[in-house]
């Protein structure tokens, strides 16, 4: 990996220094009301997209930070960033 | 072999200065310039080398550091190419791969067997009867196989460089040299990176009357002038890799250069063909000879056949009648050759035969080539057989497509040109010269220039649009030229006909993988190993590809080619890690225990202490009198605003709201799966305002865990790691308190500052944060203090604890003081599936709290049962087991120790394991398996000190 990631506040940099928050996601605001399976796809399953996927990052070795990326999977080209 | 008696003009070898080094104990001279290849040849060494499988003889072939012929052990480093590698005065070469030596080779027997190496034989020869086959494994990794480590030399050491560009410029050569300049005249900061030691590639070495040497030096000296241009020789690029970022491997230096775009001039790998003993002594590429002629000023025959299929091969010729050579014949595999060319004109001139549509057939000798059997290329006629002491093969070549491989291009079989062409070429990626299958003299340099303007294109002010243009057009008008033969196959000839020089695969082998089923290219390159040695198919690849397409009778473009990736040569694995750093962290009082001999050992980033003296003493101490220690690294996190418990409840399985302002609480957190990943206190300084602190390697990861939860969201919460803005102290055992008030004015009567109390205030002087806490099992007072106060604070306390003899204790005595009250370490004790119900945490599970992250899974752990707990235990006769062990039942493993000590104060050894819940009860016995010995044990639910907590309380 040696792609570059542009940070909302640091500009682009190596993607070394970040640290990968996993899919874009929600939790769900109604825990109780969810059975163990509603509650385990939440936990568990990915959507593990071939394309561009919406993503968290978190800079580590600058601003720390977390922000938002789009990504794609396949060339790992980061198409955008931006602050939550 | 020697050395020609006036060397040519172009020589990079200065024979004024000369150098000594050792040749398998051989003394040998060489000169100032010389590479180790040069230097053996000029000395009349011509075996190099014996083949990986069959130990056949094997000499110079390629000269461009691509074959593995001429790979040998120099200084202790394995798998050299001296074909590359400069002479240093006193360097030792030794060869590989044979015994005794390449000249006379014991393991050549394995010729003779070689009916028992058929292709992909390890699949089938050698298994049965199976337990012979540890023998013969034994034997065939002895014989087969390369250069060896031999453990002894020292590790070199490899520096690592980054650098940037906006336009990297692979390969020196005329393209390569016009592109940075054409780069760098557009405004671009170029960096220029040449595996050669010098600038000019193939032109460079061409003979020094030729216009293309001309222009070269031309070049060469441009480029040089440019101040915008950074010149890397002897340098390879192994890999191109995403963001454009070129691995590029420089002696004992891995560059990494971040560029904006990336131009591959890389130009053409030339290769032999098949024929009947290609793999002969003797037998030369072109660009070897040329290499050893005009660059060397070594002659390496004296009477040559040269088989050729373009206007280079014929340079080639005439280059070595230019050395005195004798040419007995010239044969061209094209059914024309141009009367008007000059070198056409020498080679008539000096009577040399020039055969058209003729081709090798086969060659023959013992040790070194003795003879050519020259035929027609279509198969049918005449074959005429010449003496001859160097056969020269230049054949053309592949275009050098592999980095832009790596980029995402693909590699597109051009039929009329017999190579394939890089397309779709990834963002920024520019090929240029012949690796873009542009091989005219003129438009090498143009085609260079058009890469050069195309990649520096937006980088600059200006725009070159309109030259790019001209410079297309006139590429357009040239004539195109094509260097490759249609078949790299001979006709039928006798003698084993090599594919793949490295590990000795034939045309029948490949035949007959084919036969066998595996006629895809991956598939056969897999079973036949063809590509699959050190050149990793720079020799071979066309020749297997076309065998391929004949064999099943279909076109190159259907047969397909191989997936290129990095490296595109070998590389040392030390070249890749670079030089080791280990970084640490330490403590603001580390300078006392240096000055008090502590045993520093480093945890996770930090220099700790393990011990003073042992365990037995500093652990008494605590217990009768009074102990300090170092908590430095413990983790800290500042929160100030409105939402502050908000965010607690949230992210601690515990209540936070109640705590009350000059109290703290030990907190547990857990991700949402329920799983538990640190602990700490957590102490409310103010109404809004909690300080927390965490493991000492779980900070970065808990404020990462914090921030992630408040990103997005519009909670008033201002989290700050201060963690190496503090020091921090703990005074511990029943004289504590007598210690600090010594120190401070504050009241730290048990009513005023009770267990679980924190205030704020000045300890000798220093404005500090104090928490009382159980931390090891004692009456006890964390203490922290602004970092830059350590050696002063440590100095105080430990000057105020000496009239009750205080002693400082290390992390050892502090692991057995926190077991003996079975406190958990996060991560030692517990492991990524543990929950908290699980680890005795249940008390602190709040389910009353409407939601906090973990909730719902650990509710559901709760309503599944509880199956495996943490209990404690003590060792019926004192063993220590070793932590990890397994506890075991009916045979099975049904859990595992994971913390154990020896207490001295207890005078028993102690222990946290999992075990079936059935089993955590007082008393129950379980049984450990450590060290292959039985352990007998009886469970402890509770502390095994003071399990009433009255000493820390009181």
């Avoid at chain 2, 070495?205 to 000296?221: A, D, H, I, Y």
């Avoid at chain 2, 004949?550 to 040569?569: A, D, L, M």
């Avoid at chain 2, 709201?657 to 000059?662: A, D, E, S």
Wanted: glycine letters at 10%; hydrophobic letters at 35%.
């Amino acid at each position: 990996m040696s792609y570059l990631i542009p940070c909302p506040h640091c500009g682009q940099r190596d993607v070394g220094e970040f640290r990968f928050g996993g899919e874009k996601g929600s939790r769900p605001t109604n825990p109780d009301q969810l059975n163990a399976s509603q509650w385990a796809h939440y936990t568990y399953d990915r959507k593990n997209v071939m394309g561009m996927q919406t993503e968290w990052w978190y800079h580590r070795g600058g601003c720390r930070q977390w922000f938002l990326a789009t990504r794609s999977t396949i060339t790992n080209i980061v198409e955008k960033t931006w602050l939550p | 072999m020697s050395r020609l008696s006036t060397p040519p003009s172009s020589t990079l070898v200065n024979r004024s200065k000369p150098l000594v080094f050792e040749y398998n104990g051989r003394r040998i001279d060489a000169c100032e310039g010389d590479t180790v290849a040069s230097a053996l040849m000029a000395s009349g060494v011509d075996i190099l080398s014996r083949s990986f499988k069959y130990h056949r003889p094997r000499g110079h072939l390629c000269g461009e550091g691509h074959c593995p012929n001429c790979m040998m052990n120099v200084d202790g480093s394995p798998n050299v190419r001296i074909c590359s590698e400069k002479v240093c005065n006193g360097m030792v070469v030794k060869h590989q791969n044979a015994i005794p030596s390449p000249e006379f080779d014991l393991l050549a027997i394995t010729q003779k067997f070689d009916f028992l190496m058929p292709a992909g034989f390890y699949y089938k020869i050698f298994h049965k009867p199976r337990f012979m086959w540890p023998v013969f494994e034994h034997f065939i990794r002895k014989v087969a196989g390369l250069g060896v480590v031999d453990g002894k030399t020292p590790p070199y050491r490899y520096e690592r460089q980054h650098l940037r560009a906006d336009v990297v410029v692979v390969g020196g050569g005329p393209s390569g040299l016009s592109a940075a300049l054409g780069a760098a005249e557009a405004g671009a900061s170029v960096t220029l990176v040449e595996q050669d030691s010098f600038l000019g590639g193939h032109f460079r070495f061409q003979n020094p009357e030729s216009s293309g040497f001309k222009k070269v030096l031309e070049l060469e000296k441009q480029v040089r002038a440019k101040s915008n241009i950074r010149v890397l020789t002897g340098a390879v690029a192994f890999g191109l890799y995403e963001g454009n970022m070129l691995g590029v491997v420089q002696g004992r230096r891995t560059v990494r250069i971040r560029a904006k775009r990336v131009v591959v001039a890389s130009g053409i790998l030339e290769r032999p063909f098949v024929f009947g003993n290609n793999d002969l002594p003797g037998i030369m590429l072109g660009r070897a000879v040329q290499r050893l002629l005009n660059l060397y000023g070594v002659q390496p025959g004296k009477r040559a056949v040269v088989v050729g299929s373009n206007d280079r091969a014929l340079d080639v010729a005439a280059d070595l009648l230019h050395a005195g050579v004798e040419v007995a014949a010239y044969a061209d595999q094209r059914e024309r050759i141009n009367d008007s060319l000059e070198s056409v004109k020498l080679l008539k001139s000096k009577g040399v035969a020039l055969l058209p549509a003729t081709t090798a057939v086969s060659a023959d000798g013992k040790m070194h080539i003795r003879s050519v059997t020259l035929g027609p290329v279509a198969g049918r006629g005449e074959n005429i057989r010449l003496d001859c002491d160097l056969l020269v093969l230049s054949v053309g070549g592949d275009p050098a497509i592999h980095l832009v491989q790596q980029g995402g291009a693909r590699g597109f079989f051009e039929e009329h040109r017999v190579e394939f062409i890089a397309k779709r070429l990834g963002e920024g990626h520019f090929v240029a010269g012949d690796s873009n299958g542009v091989h005219h003299e003129d438009s090498i340099l143009l085609d260079g220039r058009r890469a050069g303007l195309a990649a520096a294109q937006g980088l600059g002010s200006v725009d070159h649009a309109a030259e790019i243009a001209d410079l297309e057009s006139r590429l357009s008008a040239n004539p195109a030229v094509v260097l490759n033969p249609k078949t790299m196959v001979a006709p039928d000839g006798s003698g084993k006909r090599f594919v793949c020089v490295c590990e000795d695969v034939t045309e029948k082998d490949v035949c007959d993988a084919i036969r066998e089923g595996f006629d895809g290219i991956e598939t056969l390159k897999r079973y036949s190993t063809v590509s699959m040695g050190p050149c990793q198919g720079k020799m071979c690849q066309m020749s297997a590809i076309g065998i391929c397409a004949r064999e099943t009778n279909r076109t190159i473009e259907e047969t397909g080619s191989t997936v290129s990736r990095p490296p595109f040569i070998p590389i040392t694995l030390g070249a890749l890690t670079g030089r080791n750093y280990h970084p640490h962290k330490t403590v603001p009082t580390h300078s006392r225990h240096a000055a008090l001999n502590a045993k520093v050992i480093s945890l996770g980033d930090w220099l700790r202490p393990e011990m003073y003296s042992n365990p037995a003493e500093e652990s008494r101490a605590v217990h009768e009198r009074v102990g300090l220690i170092d908590v430095s690294t413990l983790g800290r996190i500042d929160l100030r605003g409105t939402d502050v418990v908000k965010l607690l409840d949230k992210v601690y399985i515990n209540s936070w709201g109640n705590l009350k302002v000059g109290r703290t609480r030990y907190g547990v957190m857990c991700d949402d799966t329920g799983i538990v990943f640190d602990d700490g206190t957590c102490a409310r300084l103010g109404d809004q305002h909690y300080f927390m602190t965490t493991t000492t390697s779980g900070v970065d990861g808990v404020y990462q865990w914090l921030t992630s939860w408040m990103a997005g969201t519009s909670l008033d919460v201002c989290v700050t790691n201060v963690t190496s803005g503090y020091g921090g102290v703990n005074i511990a055992g029943p004289r504590a308190k007598e210690v600090l008030g010594k120190l401070t004015s504050l009241n730290l009567d048990s009513k005023e500052f009770p267990y679980m109390g924190c205030v704020q205030g000045q300890v000798a002087g220093v404005p500090c944060i104090l928490f009382r806490i159980g931390f090891v099992g004692e009456l006890g007072y964390e203490v922290h203090f602004p970092s830059f106060y350590g050696e002063y604070m440590w100095d105080v306390i430990m000057d105020a604890g000496k009239e009750f003899d205080i002693r400082p204790f290390g992390v050892e005595t502090q692991r057995i003081l926190r077991l003996q009250k079975s406190h958990i370490i996060i991560g030692q004790d517990t492991d990524a599936i543990t929950n908290p119900l699980e680890a005795n945490l249940a008390w602190a599970v709040k389910f009353d709290k409407p939601d906090f992250i973990g909730r719902r899974a650990i509710f559901e752990a709760k309503k599944q049962g509880i199956k495996k707990s943490l209990v404690g235990f003590v060792t019926r006769h004192g063993e220590v087991p070793e932590e990890g062990t397994q506890v075991m039942e009916n045979g099975y493993s049904v859990g595992r120790v994971t913390s154990a000590r020896f207490s001295p104060h207890l005078n028993k050894s102690i222990g946290l394991a999992w075990v079936p819940t059935a089993r955590a009860k007082d008393g129950q016995p379980i049984l450990i398996r450590s060290k292959g010995e039985w352990v007998i044990a009886d469970v402890v639910t509770h502390p095994f000190y003071d399990p009433e907590g009255a000493r820390m309380k009181g």
